[in-house]
């Protein structure tokens, strides 16, 4: 199973940018999709979750601004921001938690992260 992220840039404070991650492999379910992000000098924090049912959770500081959405027939999902801050910049990783998968005649839970991908606001 790999997690590969799309659309971080360069983009003014007040501005959008959306964040795609699509999950491949042999999945068979995936119960929550998410990003998280680390600025430098702090620790990776979550930004938004959402599962398989579509139950969403916000940080606080992204509430109004940010939308997390998914396909879960597709096992991608979006992150959608609007309202851009400086203090939004961080590289942003994808999450997969709840992975199902199979292996030859088995099948396996785990969790898996994405790539990094770097999102700066300028002021």
């Known amino acids: 199973v790999q997690l590969q992220a799309f659309g971080g840039g360069l983009v003014q404070a007040g501005g959008s940018l959306r964040l795609s991650c699509a999950a491949s492999g042999r999945i068979v379910y995936i119960y929550s999709m998410g990003w998280y992000r680390q600025a430098p000098g702090k620790q990776r924090e979550l930004v938004a979750t959402?599962?398989?049912?579509?139950?969403?959770n916000y940080t606080d500081s992204v509430k109004g601004r940010f939308t997390i959405s998914r396909d879960n027939a597709k096992n991608t999902v979006d992150l959608q921001m609007n309202s851009l801050k400086p203090e939004d910049t961080a590289v942003y990783y994808c999450n997969a938690e709840g992975v199902l998968y199979s292996s030859g005649l088995s099948r396996y839970t785990n969790d898996y992260w994405g790539q990094g991908t770097e999102v700066t606001v300028s002021s």
């Open positions: 959402i599962t398989n049912g579509g139950r969403t």
